[in-house]
């Protein structure tokens, strides 16, 4: 697991590294590849941007939020990064499924 950290016009903190790191690290469970990550944490104007990038294997995955604190950002933008895994591995399952089995064999589903 590798993850890329970039601040910009503001300070580096350790402890926003680390709950992020944190955060992200969860993500390894739906993902059979190891995963990159680039997160991007901002200040414009007022509000406390997060942009996140998941690269495992072929699959990517991206998401931005905003808000007046970085913490809730990160949280927000962990919601919708969370949101796209699931929402691609119930897509893997349902294609699983929905192959027919036996019965496409014996020309039942026809």
């Known amino acids: 697991m590798r993850i890329a950290f970039t601040f910009r016009n503001l300070e580096s903190s350790d402890a926003v590294k680390q709950y992020a790191t944190d955060k992200i690290a969860k993500f390894q469970k739906y993902l059979h590849a190891p995963l990159e990550a680039d997160v991007v944490a ?16 072929p699959s990517r995955y991206e998401a931005r939020e905003e808000s007046a604190d970085m913490y809730a950002s990160i949280d927000l933008v962990m919601d919708k990064l969370d949101a796209q895994l699931k929402r691609e591995k119930g897509a893997q399952t349902d294609r699983k499924r929905g192959a027919g089995g036996i019965a496409a064999l014996n020309g039942k589903n026809k």
């Open 42 to 57: 901002s200040l414009e104007r007022h509000l406390q941007c997060v942009d996140v990038t998941i690269v495992s294997g």
